[in-house]
């Protein structure tokens, strides 16, 4: 008992520091009470087979998938393109697309999704990023209320209550109060976010520019283009990015590169920073 608590406490400390990975510190405190006895080999790996662990494992491949097919991408326009340059009601859409996608996926790969767009409707609305990143967190979480996946302890409930001999959750169980969870959660944030980075950029004013005011200045947002490359550029084919030395020819920094394939159900589409 003794060897257990100091061993869970031991991985607390680790997981708030944060300097060594969360797997590896959760990997390493399973040795320890394996080699010592604590837990047996069967105990130790059960959990490799749980239900739940396979299901998070899935919902991180839907989450790729759901970036790669550019859907993401594809949602990110819709939102631009319905707000209209409003800030309050891309707040609202943007608040209501990460919960719904909150529902199927994991929190993180939820973030994931969403940053990339909100930056990219920064970029080219007239809409503060800062007022749009702060509720996403919260509504991938309020998002994953909606459903039996969403969440993992929803999971862990339904699993609980099955071993207890009761039916388990079905679906669409937690629905009714999700939806009405994120609708309290949208009145919220509402007020609350604009509140908050009106006080911040009270600061940042007193301590000198503010970063929108720089890109604005220097026109940052002004000189990013995306450019086509076709099949008919043959001679580029098989050329690295240094090889290509746009930043002395042409002046040009490239910053990202996105490849699409086609496939029987749609498009693949590959984004990646630009290396050497």
């Given at each position: ?31 320890v ?61 943007v ?54 996946i ?30 009405i ?76 590169i ?14 990646h920073?630009?290396?050497?």
């Amino acid at each position: 008992m003794v060897l257990t608590i100091i061993t869970l406490l031991i991985t607390i400390v680790f997981f708030i520091w944060g300097r060594i990975r969360s797997d590896i510190v959760a990997m390493m405190a399973l040795m320890v009470l394996t080699a010592s006895g604590v837990l047996t080999t069967q105990e130790a790996l059960s959990g490799f087979s749980s239900p739940i662990v396979l299901m998070m494992v899935g919902l991180f491949i839907v989450g790729g998938a759901i970036l790669q097919t550019g859907l993401a991408q594809s949602v990110g326009n819709s939102i631009a393109r319905l707000s209209g340059g409003n800030e309050t009601r891309a707040f609202v859409l943007v608040m209501l697309a990460t919960a719904v996608i909150g529902a199927f996926v994991s929190n993180t790969g939820t973030v994931a999704i969403m940053m990339p767009i909100i930056m990219s409707m920064a970029a080219t609305s007239n809409i503060r990023a800062s007022r749009l990143l702060m509720p996403v967190a919260f509504a991938g979480s309020l998002g994953g209320m909606l459903t039996l996946i969403g969440t993992p302890p929803n999971l862990v409930i339904s699993e609980t209550l099955q071993r207890a001999g009761f039916k388990p959750l079905g679906f669409f169980s937690f629905f009714p109060t999700g939806v009405i969870v994120i609708v309290i959660g949208v009145l919220v944030l509402l007020p609350l976010s604009l509140w908050l980075i009106k006080k911040a950029d009270g600061k940042k004013r007193r301590k000198g520019q503010s970063l929108s005011a720089l890109a604005k200045q220097y026109h940052l947002t002004e000189k990013i283009y995306k450019y086509h490359v076709g099949k008919e550029a043959r001679e580029l084919n098989g050329m690295r990015v240094k090889e290509l030395d746009l930043q002395r020819r042409y002046g040009l920094t490239l910053l990202e590169i996105r490849s699409e394939r086609k496939r029987a159900f749609g498009k693949v589409i590959d984004q990646h920073m630009a290396w050497a």
